[in-house]
């Protein structure tokens, strides 16, 4: 196969269609919008009399995760693609008005019971699901329990998908078994879930070696045309914190080292690219999600472009909502997240999509959970007609310019990969480690600050939720690249609070002392109660002279600035000489008596951590 070291990725150069939408009225002028953006600016104070309109836009930008430029506004200027079905395919693959047919609704199962797992199979499939996801091994159904599991399905109507891990070969043959038992062998499709660097990346283990990728590969393309031998799964590199362009560059690169592998082996260029499937995470951030998933396809066209691939080769690609997203803490959220991503997917171009049932954090999904998630899609497909429009993110600039930037940023880090040996060198040097952290200490600090907030956990958090009761999941493979939840900090600190009132019969404790009328203190109390009680800690309010019989050892004002310059430093006198051993003040401003603020955009972790240890709740 030829090498990829020296690549660059071109950008796209089709020329946008003239079309007159608006002909009776004048052209837009982009200083005229800067003029009346500017205009909003000044009234909220993040612009001046005196600020150049060419910085207004600035004013408005942020970068994402991957450092790639978001806009405040985006006009023709910004890319536009070419047609759908054409290279290089970030439109969808099909022509216009061909194979609207939808996505592959793909549903996956853990349960380490067959019995179990062939009754949720037979019930998805019989319920709007399309082909079968199972985990095999000690994180999931026992190898040897596959064709009970798979008894009462037919492998000429619905893919199955495994997923093994150390345990792939042992897999492979166990349903290759099946289908030639059956006289299958033809028409059974689906993938054996070949990835010995997705499972060096997740498990810190030996360098796997790809020959018995290739051997697999090699007997799919002899006796079983349908079925595909290797999945790419870039999905572990999300989960360890990683951005969209470093998962799409990794699963790029591991996708080159087995078109190598198989390549040598004997199999033709073609054939190669036609044993890989990839496995992708979209999440709740529906633009960067679809956006990534056309990118997806760029990059891989191009890889296929450089290999002599015939035309049409295109990207598979399986997308999964995000597990870094989903929460323990209200778990009934992770239903709207998990729409918003399988929406996306859809968007996108996702050749199948797998909705996580929400109580994935809790253990093995119950029947109502993967009920939900398989709806979930069907609404998606049926009730809201996503597959009947060919990339309907068509035209977006926004969308355009985001595909193209990210699937610059991704090549990029694909050389260096390339550059670093390829990328088992890179898992084994620490390369790919150091980098995903990087991204996801940017990510955690956001975080932390809420300024990436989540619902129900950092934000609008349910202290007297009660949590469903799920069987516990079996244990997934870890011990390489770490798998992080954006809830995490959150929730630890919520576990806190719960093991201190499970042992002492009442919640940690915070009084918002109220200044003034409720016009006045309501938004900042508001504010206060919803900080303190994302760290499971119970807030009372009253007038700081009902601090003493709150219960509470810690006190917060909450004010308006104006109420703080005349009554701050006599109120925090008040608390403190009724027994508060801390006051908060929730703003900014410095007051006698007042040992520290919370406002927008402060480390909310790190305060609830001081709180909860100056309440002397343990960790």
């Known amino acids: 196969m030829t090498s990829t070291h020296s690549l660059t990725i071109p950008a796209m150069t089709v020329p946008p269609e003239e079309l007159d939408l608006a002909a009776a009225f004048p052209p837009a002028e982009r200083d005229r919008w800067r003029e009346l953006v500017k205009g909003v600016l000044r009234k909220s104070g993040a612009a001046a009399d005196d600020t150049p309109l060419d910085e207004i836009e600035g004013l408005l930008a942020r970068d994402s995760y991957d450092g790639v430029p978001i806009a405040a506004l985006y006009t023709r200027d910004d890319t536009v693609p070419g047609r759908p079905g054409l290279a290089p395919y970030v439109r969808e693959v099909r022509p216009d008005g061909e194979g609207l047919a939808g996505w592959d609704v793909r549903q996956r199962h853990v349960h380490p019971d067959p019995a179990v797992t062939r009754q949720a199979v037979l019930a998805d499939l019989e319920n709007g699901a399309t082909s079968v996801w199972l985990t095999l091994g000690a994180a999931g159904l026992p190898v040897a329990a596959?064709?009970?599991?798979?008894?009462?399905?037919?492998?000429?109507?619905?893919?199955?998908?495994?997923?093994?891990?150390?345990?792939?070969?042992?897999?492979?043959?166990?349903?290759?078994?099946?289908?030639?038992?059956?006289?299958?062998?033809?028409?059974?499709?689906?993938?054996?879930?070949?990835?010995?660097?997705?499972?060096?990346?997740?498990?810190?283990?030996?360098?796997?070696?790809?020959?018995?990728?290739?051997?697999?590969?090699?007997?799919?393309?002899?006796?079983?045309?349908?079925?595909?031998?290797?999945?790419?799964d870039g999905t572990v590199y999300h989960d360890a914190g990683g951005s969209d362009t470093e998962e799409l560059g990794a699963a790029v690169a591991a996708g080159v080292a087995y078109l190598r592998a198989l390549t040598d082996a004997g199999l033709s260029v073609d054939e190669a690219f036609g044993q890989l499937e990839f496995r992708l995470a979209v999440n709740a951030d529906q633009f960067l999600s679809i956006a990534k998933l056309r990118a997806a396809r760029r990059l891989w066209r191009r890889v296929a472009e450089v290999s002599g691939a015939a035309d049409g080769t295109v990207m598979r690609v399986h997308a999964v909502t995000s597990s870094a997203m989903m929460t323990r803490r209200d778990p009934w959220v992770n239903m709207l997240r998990t729409t918003v991503a399988a929406f996306a997917a859809g968007i996108g171009g996702a050749d199948a999509v797998t909705v996580q049932p929400f109580d994935a954090r809790l253990g093995l999904p119950d029947d109502f959970a993967r009920r939900i998630a398989r709806n979930t899609q069907t609404l998606l497909l049926e009730e809201s007609s996503l597959a009947r429009v060919v990339d309907p993110a068509g035209g977006s600039w926004y969308v355009e310019r985001l595909t193209e930037d990210l699937a610059q940023a991704a090549w990029a880090w694909f050389t260096d990969i390339e550059k670093a040996g390829g990328l088992a060198a890179a898992l084994g040097s620490g390369l790919v480690a150091d980098r995903l952290a990087a991204t996801w200490a940017r990510r955690r600090k956001d975080i932390a600050r809420r300024k990436a907030p989540l619902t129900g956990v950092s934000e609008f958090p349910n202290l007297n939720e009660k949590l469903p009761e799920r069987s516990p999941a079996p244990e997934q493979p870890d011990g390489g690249l770490p798998l992080v939840r954006y809830a995490q900090d959150f929730e630890a600190l919520r576990d806190r609070s719960d093991a201190h009132a499970e042992a002492t019969g009442a919640r940690p404790k915070v009084f918002l002392a109220t200044l003034g009328p409720i016009a006045v203190h309501t938004a900042r109390a508001s504010f206060a109660a919803n900080l303190f009680q994302a760290g499971g800690i119970e807030t009372v309010s009253g007038a700081p002279e009902e601090f003493a019989g709150s219960g509470a050892a810690v006190a917060c004002l909450c004010s308006s600035d104006r109420l703080y310059a005349e009554r701050a430093a006599d109120a925090a006198r008040i608390l403190k000489d009724a027994g508060a051993i801390k006051v908060w003040l929730a703003g900014k401003g410095s007051f006698d008596g007042v040992d520290a603020q919370i406002f927008a955009g402060c480390d909310a972790v790190e305060v609830l951590e001081t709180t909860l240890h100056d309440l002397g709740v343990s960790r």
């Open 146 to 232: 596959l064709p009970e599991a798979l008894r009462d399905v037919y492998l000429d109507l619905a893919p199955v998908v495994l997923d093994a891990g150390s345990d792939t070969a042992e897999a492979a043959e166990a349903l290759f078994a099946l289908a030639q038992e059956r006289d299958q062998a033809a028409n059974v499709s689906g993938n054996l879930g070949a990835d010995p660097l997705g499972l060096k990346a997740r498990t810190g283990g030996p360098d796997a070696g790809l020959g018995r990728v290739a051997e697999l590969a090699a007997r799919c393309v002899r006796d079983f045309p349908k079925l595909r031998a290797v999945t790419v």
